[in-house]
């Protein structure tokens, strides 16, 4: 997969709004809504699409401490964002209300790390 941060953009009243769909353990649960990005970490409404991999999504997540998974990522778990032109690996920090945090992993060595040893 392309590894690059692109996305799907739309226009609305002249704001340009961002959105990647979220795939987790090969399940679309919804979408990332306008992230804000800084160094790699990601932070965005995350609007889900009610089903049942995204409600059992949403209970893990919203445990998570995210103090805890910037340590040690085992604690987290992984999605792919997706958009028309690429798809990006990233491990989910934590789940605040709609808030999602994430950081981004690029390396191909890191993301098969990732994908190994984080559920």
């Known amino acids: 997969m392309k590894q690059n941060h692109f996305s799907t953009k739309k226009t609305i009243n002249g704001i340009i709004m ?6 987790w353990k ?3 649960i919804g979408k990332l809504e306008n ?4 160094m790699g970490y ?4 995350w609007i889900s699409n009610e089903s049942p991999d995204a409600r059992v999504f949403k209970d893990k997540v919203s445990k998570f401490d995210s103090k805890a998974v910037i340590q040690d990522p085992l604690k987290g778990t992984w999605v792919i ?3 028309k032109e690429s ?3 990233a491990l989910v ?10 950081r981004t992993v690029l390396e191909k060595e890191a993301i098969e790390w990732l994908v190994k040893n984080v559920s």
């Open 93 to 102: 920090i934590s789940l605040d209300k709609e808030n999602l945090f994430l």
């Open 35 to 38: 992230p804000m990005v800084d």
């Open 42 to 45: 990601w932070e965005g409404k």
């Open 18 to 23: 961002e959105t990647f769909e979220i795939i």
């Open 81 to 83: 964002l997706k958009s």
């Open 87 to 89: 798809s990006t690996y």
């Open 26 to 28: 090969n399940s679309e």
